[in-house]
């Protein structure tokens, strides 16, 4: 067989190998050749071949993520490793997800301690093709001993850490493409059930809220906007910490804590700005403020910083 009747698929494989001096040269031998050159999947066997990933939102082209990727050596945004798992490897632990949700198995061992993982949610390790069940505690220590490799997936909170890039996947940080690859996944393990819709809408509240949280409780840009609200800081920072743990509800707003015990309805002169003790604030701006009346409540009364615009 001659050079040029390779097929397509080895073409690309080829090229995909190629610096971009050698891919003109490529081009430049026939047109099958060139064709082959200006298509997007040599964009796609780059991405691979240079950082692991596999994966891009299906709206946009292979170089568009290929050259967002460039600019993300770090991972910081796009994990390559999140790529190994596959709808097919979560495939067989749907049946079990839905046993996890209805707390109808009793016997969620960890593979590893063998303590009973019903109540602290059960986790997935899982590492090349291996997966095995493990309590949150066995594996951070596992990945220890592997040098750093893995995905943990979080099932009862539907989340997804990795290891190397060790940050939580598919979250507001991350580069949308991870974000849709993520969802994707925890489709696979959701889409059968009622239950799992709703753990997949909770999820999609939290996400929204700690994004409402990076962009509308900074105590910088929230002063520069000019008009902001009060918020009772331990609430504050109870509903943040319960996000960031995958789960909502803290119950009604509690500035009931900033009020003066001597002036009903007035804000207490002994009130401090990010004191970690009951009666210390946070400012959020209107639109936070509005967003977490609505839907947490509030117990206590209204503060503003008084300038109104
Ligand atoms: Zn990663
Ligand atoms: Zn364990």
């Known amino acids: 067989m001659r050079f040029h009747e390779l097929n397509n698929e080895l073409l690309i494989s080829i090229a995909g190998h190629l610096q971009d001096e050698d891919l003109k040269h490529f081009a430049l031998v026939c047109r099958k050749f060139a064709m082959v050159a200006c298509s997007d999947v040599i964009w796609k066997e ?51 997800y839905q046993t996890i949700l209805n707390w109808l198995d009793k016997n969620l061992n960890c593979a590893t301690c063998r303590t009973n993982c019903a109540d602290s949610g059960l986790c997935l390790y899982i590492w090349k093709n291996n997966v095995r069940h493990r309590c949150k505690d066995c594996a951070y220590s596992f990945h220890k001993a592997v040098e750093g490799h893995g995905i943990l997936f979080r099932m009862n909170v539907l989340q997804m850490y990795c290891f190397d890039c060790k940050r939580l996947l598919g979250e507001t940080r991350g580069d949308s493409s ?19 819709k709703e753990s997949m809408r909770k999820r999609e509240q939290c996400m929204k809220e700690r994004l409402l949280y990076a962009e509308h409780a900074d105590r910088a840009s929230v002063v520069a906007n000019g008009k902001y609200y009060f918020v009772e800081r331990v609430w504050l920072i109870s509903w943040f910490l319960r996000l960031c743990d995958g789960k909502i509800g803290v119950g009604p707003v509690a500035n009931d804590e900033l009020e003066d015990p001597n002036r009903e309805g007035k804000l207490n002169p002994n009130s401090r700005p990010r004191g970690n003790f009951k009666g210390g604030f946070s400012i959020v701006s209107p639109l936070l403020w509005n967003y977490l009346v609505e839907t947490y409540g509030l117990s206590g009364g209204t503060y503003t910083s008084g300038i109104l615009q």
């Open 46 to 96: 780059r991405l691979y071949n240079q950082f692991g990933i596999t994966y891009k939102l299906p709206t946009e082209q292979w170089r568009d993520m290929y050259n967002r990727k460039t600019e993300d050596p770090a991972h910081a945004r796009i994990c390559p490793h999140i790529g190994y798992v596959t709808p097919k490897i979560l495939e067989p632990y749907a049946a079990k």
């Open 178 to 196: 991870e974000a849709h690859y993520v969802d994707m996944l925890l489709e696979t393990l959701t889409h059968d059930s009622e239950k799992g």
